[in-house]
């Protein structure tokens, strides 16, 4: 039986804990790269907020004739993010045809990699395990459907057709929800680590679909899984996991036979409802492409890229334990973006109270940032400011109490703390005498 926990009063989630089943959950993962342009053309990916169809060229909008080339530098990330995950970089890998037809595909069929992906193999941390990754492959982005409102329209942009995306496929090794959400984090913070994506999931550069399955505890058999679509953030991938487990775990229990199937995410309602079953999935009819060149790679190139890896976010979480004496979890807050990790090293550098720089930041920064709606990369503190004042508190020239108006004076004016010291008379006054002639 689970410890009682806060989480029991949601009884979906009781249902899945006291059952005699467990959940198996695999992720796919869509990354828009940040490249300048698309994957196989010459044409603009700052697309956004722009007129539709009009970042499209004869590629891109499939035009027949045309022949695509690969862009050099979506090809180079997607290796930097196979060793990023520490997964193997195929020497030999192509591209394959999904054949499809649906108006947002101008071709009627996706440049997509099949049985020879750019990567396989490789891990993700998520909380205390290591999940699997199964699969990494390059793929062109489909357009945009704009279905009008009442109307018996649908209007399609190309401009986002053809931009380099990367799937990252997990193995189904992930046991819970949260794990699902721990995986979608660590993943991202890798990511962005490494400057492959800037993953904002609201604009659509991060997308998943996931996928699940139960069986009974222990069982190495994987039971029939349901693929979860129209996910929007993290938490609704945990939130519509839940609510899917508990689906499952029912119809079992009521003697039902689950079916594969596509199911939709409503985050309305917390729902999943079902869109369309195995009997009616498409038949892809993958075959290589023909138009473009098996990508090879030698050793020479992989370790280029390899050379150009940064810190990664749990080496440094680790290093932030050891050098500044901090707990898992605060080193986990301060590593989820590496500009934020970036801010406290710096800080760090201008005073030697590791735990009270890290209090400052990761309670009262933070906390600002978000209220006035500010990414760490704005914020109006300059990082070495915040050690000075830490230094202040210290060495007793201000209480914690002062500490924090000045605090918020930085935030408001990017001055320097012991201007604000100096021009507002703050300073405690700790010499005997002086008091005494005062009282
Ligand atoms: P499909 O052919 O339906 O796309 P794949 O074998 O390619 O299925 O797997 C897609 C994703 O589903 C992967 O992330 C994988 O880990 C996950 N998956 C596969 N089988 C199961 C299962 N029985 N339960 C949960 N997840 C699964
Ligand atoms: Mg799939
Ligand atoms: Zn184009």
């Known amino acids: 039986m689970e410890s009682r926990t806060g989480r029991e009063a949601d009884p979906a989630v009781r249902r899945i804990s006291e059952s005699e089943y ?9 990354v828009q790269l940040s490249t300048r342009s698309k994957l196989f053309c010459g044409c603009s990916t700052a697309y956004e907020r722009q007129p539709p169809n009009t970042f499209v060229c004869p590629v891109c909008s499939g035009l027949p ?9 979506a090809l180079r990330l997607a290796v930097k993010t196979v060793l990023a995950i520490g997964g193997t970089v195929s020497a030999f890998s192509r591209f394959d045809r999904k054949n499809y037809f649906y108006p947002d595909l101008p071709k009627a069929y996706q440049i997509s990699q099949y049985d020879r992906p750019i990567g396989r193999g490789g891990t993700v941390q998520a909380g205390s395990t290591r999940i699997g990754v199964h699969r990494v492959h390059l793929e062109e982005d489909a357009g945009k459907l704009i279905h009008e409102e009442g ?8 401009n986002r057709a053809s931009v380099p995306l990367l799937e990252i496929v997990s193995e189904p090794q992930i046991g819970s929800p949260e794990e699902a959400k721990a995986y979608l984090e660590e993943l991202k913070a890798i990511l962005q680590y490494i400057e492959v994506s800037d993953c904002n999931m609201e604009e659509g550069s991060l997308r ?7 069986r009974p505890r222990g069982d190495p058999k994987l039971g029939t899984k349901t693929e979860i679509k129209n996910l929007n953030s993290f938490k609704g991938v945990a939130r519509a996991l839940e609510y899917e487990i508990a ?50 790679l030698d050793d ?21 334990c050891t050098q500044y004496g901090l707990a898992a ?11 934020l990790a970036r801010y406290f090293e710096e800080a760090c550098a201008t005073s030697s109270n590791h735990e009270a720089v890290k209090n400052w930041i990761a309670v009262e920064l933070l906390g600002r940032l978000r209220d006035a709606g500010l990414p760490i990369q704005r914020c109006p503190i300059a990082a070495g400011h915040v050690g000075r004042l830490v ?19 930085m935030f408001s004016t990017g001055a320097a703390p012991a201007s604000i010291v100096n021009a507002r008379g703050l300073s405690m006054i700790g010499d005997r005498g002086a008091v005494e002639a005062i009282v």
């Open 391 to 409: 230094g202040l508190i210290d060495d007793r020239t201000v209480s914690g109490k002062m500490a924090k108006q000045i605090f918020d004076e």
């Open 208 to 214: 998943c679909d996931a996928n699940v399955s139960i």
């Open 329 to 339: 979890r605060d080193a986990g807050v301060l590593t989820c973006e590496a500009a």
């Open 65 to 73: 004739g045309v022949l695509p080339v690969l862009n050099q530098e």
């Open 247 to 296: 689906r499952q775990v029912q119809g079992v229990r009521s003697g039902d036979r689950l079916v594969q199937e596509t199911r939709l995410y409503d985050p309305d309602r917390g729902v999943t409802v079902a869109m369309r079953s195995k009997e009616e999935a498409h038949d892809y009819r993958y075959f290589p492409e023909p138009d473009l060149p098996p990508v090879v």
């Open 151 to 158: 109307g018996s329209r649908s209007l399609v942009d190309y």
């Open 22 to 30: 467990e959940p198996v959950i695999g992720l796919e993962v869509h």
């Open 300 to 320: 020479e190139y992989v370790e280029a890229v390899r050379a150009t890896l940064p810190e990664l976010p749990a080496a440094k979480r680790q290093r932030f």
